[in-house]
């Protein structure tokens, strides 16, 4: 790999690393302070929320001006918010202030997740577009894995405070390396249209049209948002399955996220290594994302609970490759950012609303039905779109092969 392509890949994990700090500390600092699990729930709902809401003004960003700009720009304001956020606690005190600025980090993390996700294709235009998504995950991972540790590690010697000035400074070396990699390559953007000439209400209208009309779109965003139902009540719910309802220490909390990580990373390094056909993809993670979270949620058993929880987190990214190599595969170029940010917006919106479920229904020791039953809601979810997804396609295949007069139609595929 060439040294500019190593820096890109490096500022991906410094990013991730420092967001993933943030993600592991909402829930078990408010947890362990409130010592309930709707408390959690909510949270979550407010952290996650927002950086959901924001993505299709992130695309359509990314679509007038350099996305290298946004990324820079949603990396060093990220630094800023914690730095406020810890300010602003030591002057007035408080776990809200550490809710606000991962709520704040959040959002800016999507401006970020948007541009890289633009400048993939164009960055590695000449690779197979599923190993690019591997690599890029695999750095991802990194951060991931170390993430839970670090904040473990550095929770058993700080205050929750001091480790978010640590995950300021990783944001610092993110946009470093980013820097580094923009002047190591001769990479040059090439913008579709130009600011002044489109409406900001524009860009979202084409984007939802083609949501509406190109075919396969709508059916990978209703998968995603389906799928992302587990992905959410599992985020929101860990902290409290793991340290409250199997009364296992910090440590051990720290032990499972890590795990979950490692696991996704072999998964994705085979993915990387073998050429796997991209329905298998999708079918295989997304059959285990479900038997995963009814797993996490029957089990009486920690350990029972742990494996759920891999098959959860481990298969989440070969979901993730599946939705973004097919979806890139047919979204237009020049409507890619805008398309690709109410796309994600979608897919994304079930994560904080599992949150909120969670915060309504999970007291009083409901908190394992409440992720079976929406672990339940996946997997209908997921069957009914196949079914009338399947349907259109043989009514579709039928009406072009009574037009043609009987000869087979053109693979869309």
């Not at 304001?77 to 030591?90: K, L, W």
């Not at 001091?162 to 580094?180: K, R």
């Not at 285990?288 to 959860?312: D, K, M």
Request: contains cysteine; charged residues 10%; hydrophobic residues 55%.
């Amino acid at each position: 790999m060439r040294t500019q392509h190593q820096a890109f890949f490096a500022s991906l994990f410094f990013s991730r690393l420092a967001d993933q700090i943030l993600l592991f500390l909402v829930p078990l600092v408010v947890f362990q302070t409130t010592q309930q699990a709707t408390w959690s729930g909510l949270a979550f709902f407010i952290e996650a929320f927002p950086r959901y809401l924001v993505f299709p003004v992130c695309g359509a960003l990314c679509d007038r001006m350099s996305p290298v700009a946004v990324l820079r720009a949603s990396q060093r304001f990220r630094a800023i918010a914690c730095a406020a956020g810890i300010a602003g606690f030591v002057a007035v005190g408080g776990i809200g202030w550490l809710i606000a600025l991962s709520a704040v980090c959040g959002t800016l993390t999507s401006q970020g997740l948007v541009a890289r996700e633009v400048l993939l294709p164009q960055v590695f235009a000449s690779e197979r577009f599923e190993k690019v998504l591997s690599y890029a995950q695999i750095a991802d991972q990194v951060g991931v894995v170390l993430g839970p540790m670090l904040a473990g590690l550095l929770l058993g010697w700080w205050r929750w405070e001091y480790v978010v000035g640590v995950a300021a400074g990783l944001f610092v070396a993110a946009d470093g390396a980013t820097l580094l990699w923009q002047r190591a390559s001769a990479f040059e953007w090439k913008g579709h249209e130009h600011a002044a000439a489109i409406a900001w209400l524009a860009p979202v209208k084409t984007a939802f049209g083609h949501v509406v009309r190109l075919p396969g779109l709508a059916r990978l965003v209703a998968l995603a948002a389906a799928e992302n139902l587990v992905i959410g009540v599992t985020l929101a719910t860990s902290a409290a399955m793991v340290t409250g309802l199997h009364r296992r220490p910090d440590a051990f909390y720290t032990f499972v996220q890590t795990a979950g990580a490692v696991a996704t990373i072999v998964i994705l390094l085979l993915i990387a290594r073998v050429q796997i056909p991209r329905k298998a993809l999708g079918l295989v993670s997304f059959v285990s994302i479900f038997a995963g979270g009814l797993l996490a949620g029957w089990s009486p058993s920690v350990w029972g609970y742990v494996a759920g929880f891999l098959l959860i987190v481990g298969f989440d990214k070969m979901f993730s490759i599946y939705i973004r190599s097919a979806r890139q595969a047919i979204i237009p170029v020049k409507d890619y950012g805008k398309t690709l940010g109410v796309v994600i917006m979608l897919n994304n919106l079930t994560q904080p609303l599992a949150g909120l479920l969670v915060g309504a229904f999970a007291g009083n020791g409901r908190i394992g039905m409440v992720v079976v039953a929406i672990s339940m809601t996946m997997g209908v979810l997921g069957l009914a779109v196949t079914l009338v997804s399947t349907g259109v396609a043989r009514r579709f295949g039928s009406t072009r092969v009574a037009s043609s007069g009987g000869r087979s139609a053109d693979r869309a595929d």
